[in-house]
């Protein structure tokens, strides 16, 4: 059995644990790069880098040689322009993805959620997305 003061010690150890990792989770990390870019300055250089894609009416992957230094401060895995808007792909796995969407148009709504598809508003016109497979 454990004395008193070492299961505290075990307890508080396991909270410090799960504050850091809920601390560092992709959205928060997310969040704080935005903080350091500007949302009007993401959006206004990813579109932009989106503009040819979104023509195409279909979903289009942007070349990374392409992308704007504001959007390479996420590290994205990918850049696609849909007709919706832009997505840059932070994280991928067997659960689904996650990353950051940026809609075409500016609306005082936000966008549609569903059971599969998940959005937080990040700043004005960019939001944090969740899509489960």
Known sequence: MMPRLEQRSVGFGFLLIAALVIGCSDETQAHRTLRAVGPQTLRTQTLEACREGFASKAGQKIDAAQWPES????????LWAEPDGAYLLLDSDADGERGIYLPRILSEKDPLCSAMLKHVKLGEGVYWYEKKR
């Open 71 to 78: 959007a390479r401060a996420f590290n994205p895995m990918s």
